[in-house]
Every structure is written in structure tokens, then in C-alpha cells.
């Protein structure tokens, strides 16, 4: 209990400093920086659309209004112009939300126009379960999508009545059927999970992954609950949320999915055989830098944290005038941007000291030795089949790598989940500051906190 308490005020420390931006003017705060030379980056865009809005999620979202959504998609074609106009190559895309299919026709259009523009060679697009019809399919596949993910979060029909999936997406049964009719068509199909509801016994989660093991799915991301304050009290009226009992139901995860999965990241596991090229949710973790685009969107370029404003009216109009949505931006220093490039690398269950160590020119335990400490006294390094480390060509205890192991892996869940829970009570702050003073409350928060 003692290491969880650590951990947590560890990620709060860390967490606090990443999202306390720098003050300076707008042009300092708005222009995305030079690119460097011919790096490919990844390009995520943010839809933040939705046929409803789920009680436990606090990701940036707005019911559909298909009026603003159009000026939306109009905003976000010209932001991605911005970028080529600034240099920028991708070569991956990453469609989040928000629901990135709920229109279809203005989807399509904004990824050919990302092909017109880049040679992209993968593309990730998040959707429900109540579109995973032929005509989206089949539109999906024509766009090169390689990777569809697909919102679940449980079969078990209580817990999709409690969170208000059950009317909107139908039963878990249901979802079974359609998860089994697109097996195949893509190169990754993945299936977005939670544990740890307030509702969740562990009865249920053992049924959910007797499930997902029967549908075998190319991809399954298991995130524990990452409640924000503001949906917090929506899910107590089910319970009372407690960490107590998440170690013992990732441990139940791990167990039931190891025989025939293995861990692309803390929370995803892949049964794609070693070597595979393919996108994981979590793609802070295999991409190093990373464009963010869309209103709420976070990115890293150039040593540099940044995010878009969280107001979608306030996203539409700045694009009107040709100018980028960018509210606010933070440049690390060398020791943060070491910090951060080992917090996401362990996130994916490896690290190349070596290989970190030649990009940064600089003695790497001088920084991270508390955190090296921390993690070998706790037993969190070992042997484990990492998928990650396969696919850098790594073997497994190869001189130099970091590896953790099935404790260490918890570790990491915990921080990032401590990490993500602090973006969505920024988020929410940013939102409700915004709500209260218009576009200029959001300035001020994200300058202060």
C-alpha cells in the first residue's frame, strides 16, 4: 500500500508540472515549432462528436449538432493545412474522440485529404459498436485504414445499463455478433475494456475475458476506470470507486490473457506475432514526438507539450481566421524531456538506456536515479515477453534494456492512470472556466495551474 501511495503522489508531482504551461505571448504560445529535418511524426485527430455522451468518459466531447460538427470538420482541414504549410511529415494517423465515425462523409474527406498530403502508411480510427455495419466497413478499409478500435467497455448487460451503452449499442451478446462479423478485415481489430467500475464484480470481469478470448480479437485495451471529478459523482450513485481492489483484477487480466496474448503496452495486449508493425492506443509510446490536432488535442513536438483550446466554438473561430488553435505550450527542459521519454517508453514495458542515453548526449542516472532506484528496489525489472522490445529487435535481458516485469507493468498502470485522470480534471477545468468567463478563462487557467 505504501508503494501505491508513492506512486500516486509521484505521478500528481509529475503530472502537476507537465500541465503548468509558460507564460509568453501569443505568437510564442500559438506557432507549432519548426520540424526537424526529415522526421516522420504522428498525426492524432481529435472528433469530438457524439450520438451520446458516456457517464465515466471526460475526454473532450459534445452531443452531435450536425451544423457545428460541419464547421468543425471545415476547422480541422484547415489546421492540418497548417501543418504542411509548416513542413511537417506523417506518415500515421490516429483518429480519436469523441465517436470519429458519427459522420462518415466529413471523416472520409479529412483522411484522403491527410493522403493528398502525406504518404501514410497507417491509419487508426476509433468507433462503436453500433457502426460496425458493411457500408462503414467497407468505407473504413477504402480509406487504408489498418487499424479499427472498437468502444465496448464490457459485455455484461448491467454494467452497459449502468453507464448508458445498453439502449445505444445493444447487449453484450449483441456486441459479440458484431465484433465476430468484421474478424478479418482489417490488419487490427481492437477492443476497448475497462475495469474497475464501481459495478464491477470480479465475476464479471472473468466473464468479459472468457469472452474476449472466445471472439479472439487481434487487440484488446484493458484501461482501468480513469474517473475525472466531474463524471466521478455520476458513477458513485453505483458505488463507491476504490483502487484497492484494481491490482487484483489486473493481476486476473494478465493471468487469463497471457497464454495466448502478450503486453504491447501496460494496459494493451496484442496477439499479433512478433515483428508486427501496427498502432496501439497508446501511441505516445511508440511514436516519440506526435502532432496533436482537433479542439482539447495534446501534442509533443520538439521538446515541447502543447494543447489546443478545449472550447469548439472557440476552435472554429480561430481557424476562421487563419490563425492555430493553440492556447497554450510548455518547452521541458532536458532533464523533463528525459523524465517524460522514460515514464512513456516504460509505459510500453522496455526502454534502450543506450539508445537514450545517444539522443540526449548525457548521463542518464544523474536524472532518472531516483526513479531507477525506486523501480529496482521494488522488484519491478525482470523478464518479460514485451512485444515492444521484440519488435525494436531487443532480446529480452540484452545489456542496457529495461524490462519490466508483471509487478512492474501494475506500476506503470498506475501512473498513467494517474497521469491521464490528471489531463481530464485539467480538461474539465479548462471546460468549466471557460463555460464561466468565455475563451479568456481558459487562457488564464491553463497560464496558472
Keep these: 500500500m505504501l508503494v501505491e501511495k508513492l506512486l500516486s503522489r509521484y505521478m500528481e508531482s509529475r503530472t502537476k508540472s507537465i500541465l503548468t504551461f509558460d507564460h509568453g505571448s501569443p505568437a510564442a504560445l500559438c506557432v507549432p515549432p519548426q520540424p526537424e529535418g526529415d522526421k516522420n511524426y504522428l498525426l492524432y485527430?481529435?472528433?469530438?462528436?457524439?450520438?451520446?455522451?458516456c457517464p465515466y468518459c471526460s475526454f473532450n466531447r459534445a452531443p452531435l449538432d450536425r451544423p457545428l460538427a460541419e464547421a468543425y470538420f471545415q476547422a480541422?482541414?484547415?489546421?492540418?493545412?497548417?501543418?504542411?504549410?509548416?513542413?511537417?511529415?506523417?506518415?500515421?494517423?490516429?483518429?480519436?474522440?469523441?465517436?470519429?465515425?458519427?459522420?462518415p462523409d466529413r471523416l472520409s474527406s479529412v483522411v484522403r485529404l491527410v493522403g493528398d498530403l502525406w504518404p501514410i502508411r497507417q491509419i487508426s480510427v476509433e468507433t462503436n459498436p453500433n457502426h460496425?455495419?458493411?457500408?462503414?466497413?467497407?468505407?473504413?478499409?477504402?480509406?487504408?485504414?489498418?487499424?479499427?478500435?472498437?468502444?465496448?467497455?464490457?459485455?455484461?448487460?448491467?454494467?452497459l445499463k449502468a453507464i448508458g451503452r445498453?439502449?445505444?449499442?445493444?447487449?453484450?451478446l449483441q456486441i459479440q455478433e458484431q465484433l465476430r462479423a468484421?474478424?478479418?478485415?482489417?490488419?487490427?481489430?481492437?477492443?476497448?475494456?475497462?475495469?474497475?467500475?464501481?459495478?464491477?464484480?470480479?465475476?464479471?470481469?472473468?466473464?468479459?475475458?472468457?469472452i474476449l478470448k472466445a471472439l479472439e480479437v487481434d487487440q484488446i485495451t484493458f484501461y482501468p476506470l480513469m474517473a475525472a471529478r466531474r463524471v466521478r459523482g455520476e458513477l458513485e450513485k453505483y458505488g463507491k470507486i476504490s483502487h484497492s481492489r484494481e491490482k487484483r483484477y489486473y493481476r486476473r487480466i494478465w493471468e487469463e490473457l497471457?497464454?495466448?496474448?502478450?503486453?504491447?503496452?501496460?494496459?494493451?495486449?496484442s496477439r499479433i506475432e512478433a515483428g508486427a508493425d501496427h498502432l496501439i492506443d497508446e501511441y505516445i509510446v511508440t511514436n516519440e514526438e506526435y502532432a496533436g490536432l482537433g479542439s482539447g488535442s495534446f501534442g509533443y513536438l520538439g521538446g515541447r507539450i502543447y494543447a489546443n483550446t478545449f472550447s469548439i466554438p472557440g476552435y472554429i473561430e480561430t481557424l476562421r481566421h487563419g490563425d492555430p488553435p493553440v492556447v497554450a505550450a510548455k518547452r521541458f527542459s532536458q532533464p523533463e524531456q528525459i523524465r517524460y521519454?522514460?515514464?512513456?517508453?516504460?509505459?510500453?514495458?522496455?526502454?534502450?538506456?543506450?539508445?537514450?542515453?545517444?539522443?540526449?548526449?548525457?548521463?542518464?542516472?544523474k536524472v532518472?536515479?531516483?526513479?531507477?532506484?525506486?523501480?529496482?528496489?521494488?522488484?519491478?525489472f525482470g523478464p518479460s515477453r514485451n512485444e515492444q522490445t521484440r519488435q525494436e529487435g531487443l532480446a529480452p535481458g540484452s545489456p542496457g534494456v529495461l524490462e519490466l516485469n508483471r509487478k512492474g507493468y501494475y506500476f506503470l498502470v498506475m501512473l498513467m492512470r494517474e497521469f491521464f485522470t490528471g489531463v481530464n480534471n485539467f480538461r474539465e477545468a479548462c471546460l468549466s472556466m471557460d463555460e464561466a468567463t468565455g475563451s479568456k478563462g481558459e487562457k488564464n487557467i491553463v497560464r496558472s495551474v
Excluded at 484547415?78 to 474522440?97: A, L, M, P, T
Excluded at 487499424?147 to 454494467?159: E, N, T
Excluded at 445498453?166 to 453484450?172: I, L, M, N, P
Excluded at 521519454?341 to 542516472?365: A, C, E, I, N
Design 45 to 53: 485527430l481529435h472528433v469530438p462528436f457524439c450520438e451520446q455522451l
Design 76 to 103: 480541422l482541414e484547415q489546421e492540418i493545412r497548417i501543418y504542411h504549410e509548416r513542413g511537417y511529415v506523417f506518415d500515421s494517423i490516429y483518429v480519436g474522440g469523441g465517436t470519429p465515425t458519427v459522420l
Design 132 to 159: 460496425l455495419t458493411v457500408e462503414m466497413t467497407d468505407l473504413l478499409k477504402g480509406l487504408g485504414v489498418n487499424r479499427l478500435s472498437v468502444g465496448v467497455q464490457s459485455f455484461q448487460d448491467p454494467i
Design 166 to 172: 445498453y439502449e445505444k449499442y445493444g447487449s453484450g
Design 182 to 210: 468484421v474478424r478479418g478485415i482489417f490488419d487490427t481489430l481492437n477492443v476497448d475494456m475497462i475495469f474497475n467500475f464501481p459495478m464491477q464484480d470480479e465475476q464479471m470481469l472473468l466473464r468479459d475475458l472468457k
Design 258 to 269: 497471457s497464454g495466448s496474448y502478450s503486453p504491447s503496452s501496460a494496459w494493451c495486449f
Design 341 to 365: 521519454d522514460f515514464l512513456m517508453k516504460m509505459f510500453g514495458g522496455s526502454l534502450d538506456m543506450g539508445q537514450l542515453r545517444k539522443k540526449y548526449d548525457t548521463s542518464l542516472r
Design 368 to 380: 532518472l536515479w531516483k526513479e531507477l532506484l525506486f523501480f529496482r528496489l521494488t522488484g519491478a
